[in-house]
């Protein structure tokens, strides 16, 4: 295996998109929009597929919602391992602040730094830093 990409589906990706992407930074590539592709004129202005390459290790896969109902975020937990004590408190405070807390930044008895957080779409995020 090479790597695992996490695909976001949301009714609300073009937002979604930007919204990691100011947490996250990186690049927005392969943008794909509905508009004008064939088996698609009844979902306008929907995003098909978008990627937010991170860097050489962080991927995010989005998509906007079509035909089969979703819950958002409840199947799905991310992972994301930090560098440093200051890159996951930005990332914690910027995904709580519209979001919600499960679990606060704090010590966890494993050794590391670690939160849980629900960001404003429902996806849930597990934060660690091995110290």
């Not at 927005?28 to 592709?37: E, H, Y």
């Not at 064939?38 to 929907?46: D, I, Q, R, T, W």
């Not at 494993?110 to 091995?130: I, P, Q």
């Amino acid at each position: 295996m090479k790597q695992l990409i996490p695909y976001l589906t949301t009714d609300h990706c073009k937002e979604a998109v930007d919204y990691y992407h100011a947490i996250f930074g990186g690049e927005i590539k392969n943008l794909q929009m509905s508009d004008g592709i064939p088996g698609f004129e009844e979902y306008p202005n929907k995003v098909l597929h978008a990627e937010i390459v991170v860097n050489e290790q962080i991927t995010l896969y989005l998509n906007d919602i079509f035909q089969t109902p979703v819950a958002e975020g409840n199947s799905v937990i991310l992972g994301l391992e930090f560098d440093s004590e200051a890159e996951i408190t930005k990332v914690y405070k910027a995904l709580a602040e519209e979001g919600s807390i499960e679990m606060e930044l704090q010590e966890a008895f494993w050794g590391a730094v670690h939160a849980k957080v629900v960001d404003k779409f429902g996806f849930s995020w597990e934060l660690n830093w091995e110290k």
